[in-house]
Structure formats: structure tokens, C-alpha cells
């Protein structure tokens, strides 16, 4: 059983950052540990993931470039630094362990925080 706790959601005005943790614990086996979001009336979409060997990353378009997602494995705690933030990154931020092949796909992941807010004003 992986336990995966988020934090670091919040208010902020376009183009500010903001820096989302994801703490991992238990039997953490996974291959990827990937960031989704979901707005409201929007299904999950996937942000980005990273290799926990190699740490290798991979990112969806809309975001390459402002989103940077790295990891501490002595922590067991995946980040994703936020920068230019734009209204449209509005959503509910989750994170996510699985042992898949295709980091983009939701149903790839096993285990899932219960995420956290981000809100970003115009």
C-alpha cells in the first residue's frame, strides 16, 4: 500500500509560482510518479511525470517550459515547481504512483492523493 499526501496549493495571480509537494509512503515500487490535474467539468489530464531510477521527465505540452517536476528519493517526495502560472492551470492538482508503461495515461497509476487546489486569478 503507497500512501500519497499533497500540499503546496493555493491562491495566486497570473504569471506567479507556486511549488505543490507529493510525500510517498509505504511500499513505493512504482516505475513513474505523475502530477494530473482536473478543473471543474474537465476530465484528469496528465501534467507530468518522472522516472524514479533514471529521473527522467516528461511533460504535456501546455506546460513545457513553466512546470518543472523533480524528485528527492532519500524523501520519497516528487515536487512540481509552477512558474507563469495562467488561469487556465486552474484545477485540482493530483499525484499519482504506478508501475505502467505509458506515464500519460491515468489508469496506468495505482495509487492517487487526494490532491490539492490551485487557483489562479486574472
Known amino acids: 500500500q503507497v500512501l500519497l499526501v499533497e500540499s503546496g496549493g493555493g491562491l495566486v495571480q497570473t504569471g506567479g509560482s507556486l511549488r505543490l509537494s507529493c510525500a510517498a509512503s509505504g511500499r513505493t515500487f512504482s516505475t513513474y510518479m505523475g502530477w494530473f490535474r482536473q478543473a471543474p467539468g474537465k476530465e484528469r489530464e496528465f501534467v507530468a511525470a518522472i522516472a524514479w531510477v533514471t529521473g527522467s521527465t516528461y511533460y504535456t505540452d501546455s506546460v513545457k517550459g513553466r512546470f518543472t517536476i523533480s524528485r528527492d528519493n532519500a524523501k520519497n517526495t516528487v515536487y512540481l515547481q509552477m512558474n507563469s502560472l495562467k488561469p487556465e492551470d486552474t484545477a485540482v492538482y493530483y499525484c499519482?504512483?504506478?508501475?505502467?508503461?505509458?506515464?500519460?495515461?491515468?489508469?496506468?497509476?495505482?495509487?492517487w492523493g487526494r490532491g490539492t487546489q490551485v487557483t489562479v486569478s486574472s
Open positions: 499519482a504512483a504506478g508501475s505502467g508503461i505509458n506515464y500519460s495515461r491515468s489508469q496506468e497509476y495505482v495509487y
